[in-house]
């Protein structure tokens, strides 16, 4: 148990502290001024827009395609099934290159969207494809049919039937799944610093932002913006263990 | 209908940001046959980035794996002082950039930083392959963790106390009655820690200085063969991760079974 803390700390706490002991140097001001650069706050600015139409996106189709594994039955579902994990295990960076290949100037589709904000909220779909999913589907294969079917008898359509019943047993899963697809948003870069373009006040992200800083020495720049998403992705964090706890209270005897 | 409407949205879905781009590159690499694809990715550069990645890998994946498994049975059968820190500690990797991670670690051992004194001692971290292994471990430190920690909470201390009554030792307790109960998850969790490894980015692309045929590994080696205009050169080596990853899905695949129904 000593072992793990002592690895704990020297993996996770020293390094991550020694990044807000940086940012913290120049004082307030020097940080404030930092994070407060125009190019800065566009880089954060877009993160945050584009995580939350992720957000949103995912959370329409991730419970579509949840929905379509667990209720559905059609050959090849098995396939479907665990290529869902396929964002998960493949390298960001190839992720970013096969979404240019068929997205980008010579696509065979007729579609470029390469250096655009399409392409960045493409490329962070990609990425966070498994999160809602992956959360929603364990709830949708333990929920009660018989209460749906009790409804269904009682004489409500479909319709009526997922928004009274199916959607609120899924809500809290499908906020966990989309507080981590938003988590894995704002963090990205590999995948997205092919095919963004990286074109400040258009489509630079946070991430490619502070590699930036970082390539032209700015280390101060740097860990100021990465303390700013530290932060957000401690939230989220908390966020999460605050949703798990709720949705289990009654749980525990 | 509607079954028909959710499906079709559904599945075009999956074919438009996952099937088609992945189905696109494989076709790509081996558009002019199998000779110049494989000419690619046993250049030098490409065979000495494969090695690197692999022995990043070999180094982080069984330090996050017996860190893993001694994390995972503090958390659930000792009470200390922390540990909801130490909980929220482990899930941090999942959560926070890898950029952002790489930089932690360069102004940690990077020439001014706390450990930078190792320098001067000829322990080169950063722009080499020791700072590379450490981002690698901080990226993949969660999923032994989080594949253990349910297994143990729901097999309970029953068995281990039997055993120790009838005088086991600690040790021989974890071995004849707590690793064979947790070994499935274990295995679940290597799959995703070296999926993870082996595929990191912008951690290492952060702290490794990019050093071709040194400190390049195989992800790093696909973007410099892309930003080169080596287009064969890039698809080639991303379909080479490519099959790591739908490697890692069949282990996946096989493994979730067996840790379901233990």
Known sequence: ?253 | MSRWLLRLAGLSYLLVILAAPVGLVFWKTFEHGFGPAWDAVTTPAAKHALYVTVLIAAIAVPANTIFGIVCAIAIVRRRFPGKGLVNALVDLPLALSPVVVGLAFLLLYGRNGWFGWLGDHGVQVVFALPGMVLVTIFVSLPFVVREVVPVLREIGTEQEQAAATLGASPFQTFRRVTLPAIRWAVAYGVVLTTARALGEFGAVSVISGHVVGKTETMTLHVEERFQSFDYVGAYAASVVLAMLAIATLAAMTLLKPKEETR
């Open chain 1, 1 to 253: 148990m000593g072992l793990a803390t002592a690895y704990l700390s020297l993996i996770v706490i020293l390094p991550l502290a020694a990044l807000v002991w940086k940012s913290a140097e120049a004082g307030r001001g020097g940080f404030w001024e930092a994070i407060s650069n125009p190019q800065a706050v566009a880089a954060l600015k877009l993160t945050l827009v584009v995580s939350a139409l992720v957000c949103l996106v995912n959370a329409v189709m991730g419970t579509i395609v949840a929905w379509i594994l667990v209720r559905d039955r059609f050959p090849g579902q098995a396939l479907v099934n665990s290529v869902i994990d396929l964002p998960f295990a493949l390298p960001t960076i190839v992720a970013g290159l096969t979404l240019l290949a068929l997205y980008g100037p010579n696509g065979p589709v007729g579609v470029n969207v390469a250096f655009s904000r399409t392409a960045v909220l493409l490329t962070l779909l990609f990425v966070t494809l498994p999160f809602v999913i992956r959360t929603v589907q364990p709830v949708l294969l333990e929920l009660d049919r018989e209460m749906e079917e009790a409804a269904a008898s009682l004489g409500a359509g479909p319709f009526q039937i997922f928004r009274r019943i199916v959607f609120p047993n899924l809500f809290p899963a499908i906020l966990s799944g989309v507080a981590l697809a938003f988590a894995r948003a704002i963090g990205e870069f590999g995948a997205v610093v092919l095919i963004s373009g990286n074109l400040p006040f258009k489509t630079e992200v946070a991430p490619v932002f502070i590699f930036g800083r970082i390539e032209s020495g700015d280390a101060a720049g740097a860990a100021a913006v990465s303390v700013v998403i530290l932060l957000i992705s401690l939230a989220v964090l908390l966020a999460i263990g605050a949703l798990r706890r709720w949705t289990t209270r009654h749980d525990r005897v």
